[in-house]
């Protein structure tokens, strides 16, 4: 049972330019969430979803951020225009069908570097 | 939202010691893990431990729900042991909120 994949596992873009991030869950987890990790910092929530909704995205960025996580294929966010304050590890996690509280599984991280 | 504090923040060890890392938490919570961040920057799952005691190997974790508080242990500690050790706690069906970490170096 693989576990959590996300790619790639780095990305650089230039400042402008846009970034997408992909998450593929584990096998039979319908939750996804992303996380934000800055440098020397933990790891900050930014959004969860399940299948074709966004169930929160209280820690989204009003502007630029955008995730989806479509019924067929992996999850993805999007950051358009990045800016070098974006430089960051991006984690996914994942989990099973949930009423409230369960072990999220993460992902590698995708490291992104904007120049 | 719920507070997350991991101390010590810093913490060094000769190879073979023993430690003790606590997180403690401001409010109920339904979910608590551990993880262990090495220096490859890779989470791994170390504990599921909403409350009572779980071990698994050199590690145990204790978590005391009433008391708002959760200690790791790590005995006979390895080089292998360095990296970043990571509270989070869950108060939903939603994210973890993660705590600052306690930054693990072991010498040998």
């Known amino acids: 049972n693989a576990g959590v994949m996300q790619n790639p596992r780095h990305l650089v873009r230039r400042r402008g330019q846009e970034a997408r991030l992909r998450c593929s869950p584990m096998k039979g987890h319908s939750h996804v969430y992303w996380y934000r990790q800055l440098p020397e910092e933990g790891l900050k929530f930014m959004v969860y979803?399940?299948?074709?909704?966004?169930?929160?995205e209280s820690g989204m960025p009003k502007e630029r951020f955008s995730a989806e996580f479509p019924k067929e294929g992996p999850s993805i966010l999007r950051i358009q225009q990045v800016v070098r304050g974006d430089s960051a590890a991006y984690f996914c996690?994942?989990?099973?069908?949930?009423?409230?509280?369960?072990?999220?599984?993460f992902g590698p991280g995708t490291r992104l570097l904007v120049l | 939202g719920i507070q997350v504090e991991q101390s010590p923040p810093d913490l060094i060890l000769q190879e073979g010691a023993n430690s003790t890392l606590r997180c403690n938490f401001s409010d109920s919570v339904n979910n608590l893990q551990w993880f262990h961040q090495n220096p490859w920057g890779q989470l791994i799952n170390l504990f599921y431990i909403p409350s009572g005691t779980k071990q698994n190997g050199r590690l145990s974790a204790t978590t005391v729900a009433t008391e708002r508080y959760s200690l790791l242990y790590i005995s006979s500690s390895q080089t292998t042991d360095s990296g970043v050790y990571f509270c989070a706690v869950q108060t939903g069906a939603n994210n973890l909120f993660f705590g600052t970490g306690t930054r693990l170096t072991v010498i040998p």
């Open positions: 979803l399940q299948k074709e909704n966004i169930i929160d």
């Open positions: 996690a994942s989990s099973p069908p949930v009423l409230a509280g369960e072990t999220q599984y």
